[in-house]
Structures are given as C-alpha cells and as structure tokens.
C-alpha cells in the first residue's frame, strides 16, 4: 500500500469497423497470397473503415461512448483527452479536440501526439501525469488510426499489413497501489528514412506531382524496420523490470504492439516469456498503428486479475519505442 496517487485504467474500450479485407481479397488486388501473408505476418485479415463521411474522430467518438457507459461517467466530467494518431481527421485542428466536440465534452482540452505505432503509449505516460499531480481526475487516453486512408493498395509491402481501429482508456487516480507504476520512452529520429509518409506536410507540401508519384502513402522498408522493431521492443523491457526490481518471472502478461506475428514471437523469445503471457489478436485486426495496445487491452483485459503486473510495450515510425 502506498498514498502515492496512481493513474489507474478504470475501463477500457475497442471499436472496430465491420467492413474485413481478407488475404484472399488482397490476392485480387496485388500480388500476394494467403500463405506468405500468414506465414510471414500472422494475419488474415484487417478492418477497414468504409462509412462515408467517417474518419479517424468517428473511430474514437463509438470507442469513447461504450467507455463513457460502461464506468458511468458523463462527457462533462472529462478533463483531458489526448488521442495518439497519425491518421488525424486532418493536419489540423487536431482530432482530440474534435472528438471533445463530438462527444459533448465541453469541460475539457484536447490534443493529439503523432508517434505513430508507439502513440498510444506515449499518450498513456502523458496523461498519466495529469492524474499523478493530482491536476485531474478523468483523463481520456486513445490509440486510433485510419491506415487504409495512407495506404496504397497497390503496395504488397505495406497493404497486406495495416488496419483501422481505435481504443480508449479511462485514467482515473487510485492510491490503493494499482495503476501504471513505470514508463520508459525513447526515440531515434533518424529511422524517419525508413518509415515514413514522404509528403503532405511542409517539406513536401501536396502538389499534382506528390499526388502522381505516389508519396501520400506509407512507405516502407519492412526488413530493416522488422530489426529495430526486435530490438526496440525486448531491449528497455529488461530496464524497466530492473528499475521495478521485478524479473520476468513477475510478469503476468506482455501486452505487445501488434506489428508482425514474428516480431512478437522474437520479443517474448528473447524476454524468455511463454506466450500464454502475451496477448494476440494481429490475425483479425492486422497492425492498427497506435490502436493496437488499447484493442489487446480490450479484448485481454476480461482475463487481467487485480494484482497482475503487465507490460505494455511498442515500435513505431519515428524510430520512436518504450515500454510501460
Ligand atoms: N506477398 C508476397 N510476396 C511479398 C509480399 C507480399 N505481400 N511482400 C513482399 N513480398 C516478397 C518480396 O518482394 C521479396 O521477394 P524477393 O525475395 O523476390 O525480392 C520477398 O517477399 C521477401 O520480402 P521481404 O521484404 O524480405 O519480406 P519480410 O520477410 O521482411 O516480410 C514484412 C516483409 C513487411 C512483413 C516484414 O519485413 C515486417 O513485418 N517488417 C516490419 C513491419 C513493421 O513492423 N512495420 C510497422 C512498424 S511498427
């Protein structure tokens, strides 16, 4: 027991669209085939959002209404919400304040953080710092991408890989111990060569020219991301158990981000963790970017028991990577 305050998850929520975009429908498309896309990621299929006139804001507006309901809570009492994203509804106003109008939070401020497949996380330590000063007492935290309005389903590199989705956590103070203990982050900015959206923004701003040589998709070089992904997701696994005096046999799950089956069997392979510990569901949803963590959070979280210890860890574009 301690009285130090701590943000704790009081509820937690998913959306995904309904719309599936099987292997067999990318078989059509580019390619590729069902085989090398299980065998070599894991998944079989994606979520893609098709509703007319919805974007990323809308993802998080259905997440944050179940949440809202199922911890009782109403928009007015909300104090902050901070969406991760880099699928934004657009380049600005950010989305988080969007989604305040759209959920009729009007008592709070909002913003987003772009760190891409690490946003949720990064999200998550930001908040939990206004619940830890004991500024605020009701932070909305989110993880949500469109991926499929920043992919060229031309590509096999990248479309067999990407999904849309979003999740969102309630942070709420609790000093009964429970709650997010540690958190660490780090980024390299000079991955941005291997993973990144080339141009919209103000290096390459839109022209025809951007728009026909195809640079308003995600690019990437798979193999070389796939290395520092390993090698960013176990390495300050084993600092923050260090930092906690915990060893991986204190471990109850390791909430993983949802990249590539055989990144994540490298990462529990390497952090010698049996995979009973480590929750999965790359195969219905593919990679969701910042979604990922709250949609496993989600779907895991009905098997959590109070008392376990659970490690949250991500890479994404930027380089950027942590754990919590
Ligand atoms: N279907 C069939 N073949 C494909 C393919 C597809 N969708 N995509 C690539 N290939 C081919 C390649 O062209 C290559 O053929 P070649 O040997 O004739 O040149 C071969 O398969 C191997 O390609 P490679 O890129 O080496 O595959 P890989 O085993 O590295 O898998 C990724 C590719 C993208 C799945 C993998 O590198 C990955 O997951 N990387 C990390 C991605 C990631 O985490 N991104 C988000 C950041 S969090």
């Not at 701590?6 to 580019?30: F, H, S, Y």
């Amino acid at each position: 027991m301690s009285n130090k305050i701590r943000a704790a998850i009081t509820g937690v929520q998913g959306w995904v669209p309904e719309t599936r975009l099987t292997n067999l429908d990318l078989e059509k498309m580019v390619d590729t085939n069902d085989e090398w896309i299980q065998s070599r990621t894991g998944i079989k299929e994606r979520r893609i959002l098709r509703t007319p006139g919805w974007a990323t804001s809308d993802m998080c507006v259905e997440a944050v209404k179940g949440l809202l309901e199922k911890t009782s809570t109403k928009p007015g009492e909300i104090d902050l919400v901070i969406i991760g994203t880099i699928t934004g509804d657009m380049i600005f106003p950010d989305t988080a304040n969007t989604v305040c109008d759209k959920i009729g939070a009007s008592n709070a401020f909002g913003y987003d953080i772009n760190a891409a497949c690490s946003g949720f996380l990064y999200a998550l330590a930001t908040g939990s710092q206004f619940i830890e000063t004991g500024r605020f007492s009701k932070v909305i935290v989110i993880g949500a991408d469109m991926m499929s309005s920043i992919i060229n389903y031309k590509d096999r590199n990248t479309c067999v890989i990407f999904g849309d989705g979003a999740g969102a956590v309630l942070l709420e103070p609790h000093r009964d111990g429970n709650g997010i203990m540690d958190f660490v982050l780090r980024s390299d900015g000079s991955g941005r060569e291997f993973l990144h959206m080339k141009a919209g923004g103000s290096l390459h701003p839109p022209t025809a020219e951007t728009v026909a040589r195809e640079e308003h998709f995600v690019y990437q070089e798979g193999k070389r991301v796939f290395k520092y992904a390993v090698e960013g997701m176990t390495g300050t696994v084993n600092e923050i158990l260090r930092r906690n005096k915990m060893t991986v046999d204190d471990v109850h799950w390791v909430v993983p981000h949802q990249a590539n089956m055989r990144i994540i069997n490298s990462v529990a392979e390497h952090l010698h963790i049996p995979m009973e510990k480590v929750t999965v569901n790359i195969q219905k949803y593919g990679n969701t970017t910042a979604a990922t963590l709250p949609l496993c959070l989600w779907e895991f979280g009905p098997q959590f028991k109070k008392g376990d210890n659970i490690i949250l860890t991500a890479f994404g574009g930027g380089f950027t990577w942590g754990r919590c």
